[in-house]
RNA sequence: GGGCAAGUAGCUCAGCCGGUUAGAGCGCCACGUUGACAUCGUGGAGGCCACAGGUUCGAGUCCUGUCUUGCCCACCA
């Protein structure tokens, strides 16, 4: 983990003094309720911005923390997978910020190559013209065109969520600087062999019309037909061989069989003939045949089945390409060139039917490939593409993980990237498509000549012949792959490069760790010769309330964060999301979740209205801190703590929900409520002390929490200044992150809980006993162990339990007889409802109490008669085990003395 | 075919190194008072922690197996 340097970076812990002028008390139009995040938000970040928060000088001695933001595809808008992205690497940054980190987070966008390309041809496409009527030039207008528009749009929506990235160094993975860093990559990885030119089997896309990587295509299982295919032996008989695409028949250049199947021993090294064609094809002995499968026999299709095509290797067959780039078949089709490659389905059963060549027809599912954007069926077919030797570098980011070099949060997923790492294939990086970095590729009209540079050469370097550039494009990947040091700067060794890079955290959704992360992680390796990150961690994926994915091949009419930003604030749906889930969990959003977190920023917001006003008390020297004030600030600092240590381990959930239980359960149910007799009393230092420590509390947990809920807690933060003069900086986005002052051990910690808890025992028994809420009845304590506690806040109890009078009795004191008794916090308690108390309900209550104690104590002795258990469970376990023993059976004795006496 | 994750209250989900009687929010029931808050407060009901074994003094938590769901990877025609 990334280790805070505490010592640079002093927690300001000064007590606050308050202005006392009630002019300089925030009026009623400022902390208006409920709180309304309109406008607020817009505001604070404008400032934000305005007064550069968000970027660094670079190089300014402090310890740096780096994350590049994954860029946006402009394919259209941002939808809640972003608003997951920005929300948990606005988190880090806003809270590396205030720990006094030097945070860099860098934005940029992604022109996204085929969904762009596809964006594109469909608007082209509505004005009824086609890709090569408008040409290149015009497409490229086009397409910058329409970068920049969506870009504006992806830009506002960042802003509106919150993010505090650095506008300052936004980059574009196809602005000139990036373009120069894709060539210089391709160039060097050229040079040292690692990227080559060949004719393979490529995935190729029909309807986006270019090849794509084996990522790019998505496997789906359909129900289809298995055709059982005669096929005529050239000496009589025939052979019959089982397909699921009967018009790759007309590429067929074998079939076969297994060396060691019986069936069709005699039948190797003769001929058969391929059907509607000319060809004969020769019968060869494979390994790889399955003749469990189908008839045992296989057709050979090298150039459009990439089992055939090794088979096809292996036995050095013909390998024929029977499709066109469209999909059509070309003219090796014979009767059936010119049709598309469904209808030529049809047309080939069709006409293996008709010549009764059909054995049998079979019901079949099997799995079959997608083009990731276009959804149409891809086809493997040969072509000359170029690739990147992936052994290397996989091998190289492998070693990085196992070596801990790069560290997964959470560490499932290194198994995950090491698994894929390990079947990783060479990698097909180029497009026919118009978006996209071009190749820097030329090829001598005269020679023949390979030309790979940075620049334009004039002329072929080898024989001085006219040049053509490469038509092609990278994949979009390629350049993300360079993302995280090619935004710095890369190639070259500028300032931000090196004062950034390695970066420090990448985070991103887990389902493109190998997109993405892999490549990052290979190609910086590869020409930076370090990590591009330390840390990676993996957040879940947003799905909609139906569970499907929220992504941006499939975008739905509800997927914009923008509805939700309006109606709830971007505080709350950054809450939401932060505290929805654990580690790696994918996110629904729920509707529900997302008022109760707006519900949060409102209760706080009505928290800090109190704590506000409560500053009117006057300049007075506080009081000594009571037990409630050094109980609360006790709670504080071990949320304190707990929060570092949660956000250290990538635990934003924990972190969240424990920072919203202090505020509302602990600060707001029990600290405010008990400081109200303080504020509202005659003794000025009380009411000084107690309206001192609700600021503290406060200001803390607003820092606590504006990672989380940036806006609120800013905009509230600038009200508590006006009242509390001290209170620095002026932005709480810029203030220290809270440290603990070890006030978690103070024993009143412990006290106040009794109390809380007597409260909530008396609360119980006044609701069964059917005493009216408003009503002040009359307890009598024997106090126990918390006697010292309750001589300073026996108000506590009085006023949050309705009691009055209450009555302490020493030791030796008799309680009244008529009376509920209960026993909590150490405490003995009786509530002397005369006149209200049935008698029977009181006995019957009291019985079952004493069930319940014969039962624990008969667990109790249970586990601590067992030998084993005393031997081997930890002695402070065995300990506590005796002391709730004990305190169970003074429990159990009390309340039977009750049930005789009653 | 291989792998991963999940299965806990009506719903959505937490639950750390195994440690008394398993938590939250929403929903539900009942009642609302104190000039922060009705986007609120107080009290309550509600659980075979998927199932079966095992390890252990002790299992929601660790191990094995089974079932269900989701996802990723994969060339069986």
């Given at each position: 983990?990334?280790?805070?340097?505490?010592?640079?970076?002093?927690?300001?812990?000064?007590?606050?003094?308050?202005?006392?002028?009630?002019?300089?008390?925030?009026?009623?139009?400022?902390?208006?309720?409920?709180?309304?995040?309109?406008?607020?938000?817009?505001?604070?970040?404008?400032?934000?911005?305005?007064?550069?928060?968000?970027?660094?000088?670079?190089?300014?001695?402090?310890?740096?923390?780096?994350?590049?933001?994954?860029?946006?595809?402009?394919?259209?808008?941002?939808?809640?997978?972003?608003a997951?992205?920005?929300?948990?690497?606005?988190?880090?940054?806003?809270?590396?910020?205030?720990?006094g980190?030097?945070?860099l987070w860098l934005?940029?966008?992604?022109?996204?190559a085929?969904?762009?390309?596809?964006?594109?041809?469909?608007?082209?496409?509505?004005?009824?013209?086609?890709r090569?009527?408008?040409?290149?030039?015009?497409?490229?207008?086009?397409?910058?065109?329409?970068?920049?528009?969506?870009?504006?749009?992806i830009?506002?929506?960042?802003?509106?969520?919150?993010?505090?990235?650095?506008?300052?160094?936004?980059r574009?993975?196809?602005?000139?600087?990036?373009?120069?860093?894709?060539?210089?990559?391709?160039?060097?990885?050229?040079?040292?062999?690692?990227?080559?030119r060949?004719?393979?089997?490529?995935?190729?896309?029909?309807?986006?019309?270019?090849?794509?990587?084996?990522?790019?295509?998505?496997?789906?299982?359909?129900?289809?037909?298995?055709?059982?295919?005669?096929y005529?032996?050239?000496?009589?008989?025939?052979?019959v061989?089982?397909?699921?695409?009967?018009?790759?028949?007309?590429?067929?250049?074998?079939?076969?069989?297994?060396?060691?199947?019986?069936?069709?021993?005699?039948?190797?090294?003769?001929?058969?003939?391929?059907?509607?064609?000319?060809?004969?094809?020769?019968?060869?002995?494979?390994d790889?045949?399955?003749?469990?499968?189908?008839?045992?026999?296989?057709?050979?299709?090298?150039?459009?089945?990439?089992?055939?095509?090794?088979m096809?290797?292996?036995?050095?067959?013909?390998?024929?390409?029977?499709?066109?780039?469209?999909?059509?078949?070309?003219?090796?089709?014979?009767?059936?060139?010119?049709?598309?490659?469904?209808?030529?389905?049809?047309?080939?059963?069709?006409?293996?039917?008709?010549?009764?060549?059909?054995?049998?027809?079979?019901?079949?599912?099997?799995?079959?490939?997608?083009?990731?954007?276009?959804?149409?069926?891809?086809?493997p077919?040969?072509?000359?593409?170029?690739?990147?030797r992936?052994?290397?570098?996989?091998?190289?980011?492998?070693?990085?993980?196992?070596?801990?070099?790069?560290?997964?949060?959470?560490?499932?997923?290194a198994?995950?990237?090491?698994?894929?790492?390990?079947?990783?294939?060479?990698?097909?990086?180029?497009?026919?498509?118009?978006?996209g970095h071009?190749?820097?590729?030329?090829?001598?009209q005269?020679?023949?000549?390979?030309?790979?540079?940075?620049?334009?050469p004039?002329?072929?370097?080898?024989?001085?012949?006219?040049?053509?550039?490469?038509?092609?494009?990278?994949?979009?990947?390629?350049?993300?792959?360079?993302?995280?040091?090619?935004?710095?700067?890369?190639?070259d060794?500028?300032?931000?490069?090196?004062?950034?890079?390695?970066?420090?955290?990448?985070?991103?959704?887990?389902?493109?760790?190998?997109?993405?992360?892999?490549?990052?992680v290979?190609?910086?390796?590869?020409?930076?010769?370090?990590v591009?990150?330390?840390?990676?961690?993996?957040?879940?994926?947003?799905?909609?309330?139906?569970?499907?994915?929220?992504?941006?091949?499939?975008?739905?009419?509800?997927d914009?964060p923008?509805?939700?930003?309006?109606?709830?604030?971007a505080?709350?749906?950054?809450?939401?999301i932060?505290?929805?889930?654990?580690?790696?969990?994918?996110l629904?959003?729920?509707?529900?979740?997302l008022?109760?977190?707006r519900n949060?920023?409102?209760?706080?917001w009505?928290?800090?209205?109190?704590?506000?006003?409560?500053?009117?008390?006057?300049?007075?020297?506080?009081?000594?801190?009571?037990?409630?004030?050094?109980?609360?600030?006790?709670?504080?600092?071990?949320?304190?703590?707990?929060?570092?240590?949660?956000?250290?381990?990538?635990?934003?959930?924990?972190?969240?929900?424990?920072?919203?239980?202090?505020?509302?359960?602990?600060?707001?149910?029990?600290?405010?409520?008990?400081?109200?007799?303080?504020?509202?009393?005659?003794?000025?230092?009380?009411a000084?002390?107690?309206?001192?420590?609700?600021?503290?509390?406060?200001?803390?947990?607003?820092?606590?929490l504006?990672?989380?809920?940036?806006f609120?807690?800013?905009?509230?933060?600038?009200?508590l200044?006006?009242?509390?003069?001290?209170?620095?900086?002026?932005?709480?986005?810029?203030?220290?992150?809270?440290e603990?002052q070890?006030?978690?051990?103070?024993?009143?910690?412990?006290?106040?809980?009794?109390?809380?808890?007597?409260?909530?025992?008396?609360?119980n028994?006044?609701?069964?006993?059917?005493?009216?809420?408003?009503?002040?009845?009359?307890a009598?304590?024997?106090?126990?162990?918390?006697?010292?506690?309750?001589?300073?806040?026996?108000?506590?109890?009085?006023?949050?339990?309705?009691?009055?009078?209450?009555?302490?009795?020493?030791?030796?004191?008799?309680?009244?007889?008529?009376?509920?008794s209960?026993?909590?916090?150490?405490?003995?308690?009786?509530?002397?409802?005369e006149?209200?108390?049935?008698?029977?309900?009181?006995?019957?209550?009291?019985?079952?109490?004493?069930?319940?104690?014969?039962?624990?104590?008969?667990?109790?002795?249970?586990?601590?008669?067992?030998?084993?258990?005393?031997?081997?469970?930890?002695?402070d376990?065995?300990?506590?085990?005796?002391?709730?023993?004990?305190?169970?059976?003074?429990?159990?004795?009390t309340?039977?003395?009750?049930?005789?006496?009653l």
């Amino acid at each position: 983990m990334v280790e805070s340097d505490r010592s640079e970076f002093p927690g300001a812990h000064t007590p606050l003094t308050r202005v006392t002028d009630d002019a300089a008390r925030t009026g009623p139009e400022a902390l208006n309720r409920p709180y309304d995040p309109t406008g607020v938000e817009e505001r604070w970040y404008r400032l934000w911005e305005d007064r550069g928060y968000f970027s660094p000088e670079g190089g300014d001695g402090r310890r740096p923390f780096v994350i590049s933001m994954p860029p946006p595809n402009l394919t259209g808008v941002l939808h809640y997978g972003h608003a997951v992205i920005v929300t948990f690497e606005d988190l880090l940054i806003r809270w590396r910020r205030m720990q006094g980190y030097e945070t860099l987070w860098l934005p940029g966008t992604d022109h996204a190559a085929i969904g762009t390309n596809s964006v594109l041809l469909d608007q082209i496409a509505k004005q009824g013209r086609t890709r090569d009527e408008i040409g290149r030039e015009v497409f490229e207008e086009l397409f910058w065109d329409w970068i920049g528009k969506s870009g504006a749009t992806i830009r506002s929506q960042l802003r509106r969520v919150g993010a505090s990235c650095d506008w300052s160094r936004e980059r574009f993975t196809m602005d000139e600087g990036l373009t120069r860093a894709v060539n210089e990559a391709f160039v060097r990885l050229y040079d040292r062999g690692l990227i080559y030119r060949g004719s393979y089997l490529v995935n190729w896309d029909p309807q986006d019309r270019t090849a794509v990587s084996d990522l790019e295509v998505e496997h789906e299982i359909v129900a289809g037909k298995l055709w059982h295919v005669r096929y005529p032996l050239v000496d009589g008989g025939h052979i019959v061989v089982a397909t699921t695409r009967p018009e790759t028949i007309l590429g067929d250049t074998a079939i076969a069989v297994h060396p060691d199947d019986e069936r069709y021993a005699g039948l190797i090294g003769r001929r058969a003939q391929v059907p509607a064609l000319e060809r004969q094809i020769r019968i060869i002995a494979d390994d790889a045949v399955n003749p469990e499968f189908g008839s045992g026999a296989v057709k050979v299709t090298p150039g459009h089945d990439p089992n055939d095509y090794q088979m096809g290797i292996r036995h050095e067959l013909e390998m024929i390409n029977i499709l066109n780039e469209d999909g059509t078949l070309n003219e090796n089709a014979g009767p059936f060139a010119g049709q598309d490659r469904f209808e030529a389905r049809v047309s080939v059963v069709n006409w293996l039917d008709e010549r009764d060549l059909i054995e049998k027809v079979e019901e079949h599912e099997h799995s079959v490939g997608h083009g990731q954007r276009s959804g149409t069926i891809i086809e493997p077919m040969l072509s000359e593409q170029w690739f990147v030797r992936i052994g290397p570098l996989a091998a190289a980011a492998a070693a990085a993980v196992r070596d801990g070099k790069i560290q997964f949060h959470p560490p499932r997923f290194a198994d995950e990237f090491l698994r894929w790492m390990d079947e990783i294939h060479d990698w097909c990086i180029s497009r026919q498509i118009w978006v996209g970095h071009r190749l820097p590729v030329w090829y001598c009209q005269d020679c023949g000549e390979t030309t790979v540079n940075n620049d334009e050469p004039e002329s072929c370097p080898a024989c001085g012949g006219v040049l053509e550039r490469d038509p092609d494009v990278l994949d979009t990947w390629f350049s993300s792959g360079l993302w995280p040091f090619s935004t710095l700067g890369w190639p070259d060794s500028t300032p931000d490069f090196r004062n950034f890079y390695p970066t420090t955290v990448m985070q991103t959704g887990y389902d493109i760790i190998f997109f993405w992360v892999a490549r990052m992680v290979m190609l910086g390796i590869e020409l930076t010769g370090e990590v591009p990150f330390r840390h990676v961690h993996l957040s879940g994926l947003m799905r909609r309330d139906d569970g499907s994915k929220v992504s941006k091949s499939d975008p739905q009419p509800g997927d914009d964060p923008a509805e939700v930003i309006d109606r709830f604030g971007a505080d709350a749906l950054r809450y939401m999301i932060a505290t929805a889930g654990s580690p790696g969990g994918d996110l629904k959003l729920v509707w529900q979740k997302l008022e109760a977190a707006r519900n949060f920023a409102n209760k706080l917001w009505n928290a800090a209205r109190f704590t506000v006003d409560a500053q009117a008390v006057g300049q007075v020297e506080p009081g000594p801190p009571t037990a409630v004030d050094r109980w609360i600030l006790g709670r504080l600092d071990q949320t304190v703590s707990e929060t570092t240590r949660r956000l250290e381990a990538f635990n934003f959930g924990e972190a969240g929900r424990g920072i919203q239980d202090l505020i509302w359960n602990d600060f707001c149910d029990w600290c405010i409520e008990a400081s109200k007799p303080r504020l509202r009393g005659n003794d000025p230092a009380a009411a000084s002390r107690a309206a001192a420590t609700l600021a503290e509390v406060l200001t803390t947990s607003l820092r606590l929490l504006h990672p989380f809920m940036p806006f609120v807690t800013e905009e509230l933060w600038s009200h508590l200044r006006r009242v509390l003069t001290d209170l620095e900086p002026e932005n709480i986005i810029i203030a220290d992150w809270p440290e603990s002052q070890g006030r978690e051990r103070d024993p009143a910690v412990a006290e106040i809980d009794g109390l809380a808890e007597a409260v909530r025992v008396i609360r119980n028994a006044r609701r069964e006993a059917g005493v009216e809420p408003a009503r002040r009845i009359e307890a009598v304590l024997k106090p126990g162990a918390r006697s010292a506690v309750l001589e300073t806040e026996s108000d506590f109890l009085a006023r949050l339990a309705r009691i009055d009078p209450l009555v302490i009795l020493g030791d030796g004191d008799t309680p009244p007889e008529k009376s509920i008794s209960l026993i909590a916090g150490g405490m003995e308690i009786h509530l002397p409802l005369e006149g209200m108390i049935d008698i029977d309900v009181e006995r019957k209550r009291l019985t079952s109490e004493l069930e319940r104690l014969d039962g624990e104590i008969a667990r109790a002795d249970k586990a601590l008669s067992n030998k084993k258990f005393i031997e081997r469970a930890p002695a402070d376990v065995v300990q506590k085990r005796r002391d709730d023993r004990v305190a169970a059976v003074s429990q159990r004795n009390t309340t039977r003395t009750r049930l005789d006496t009653l």
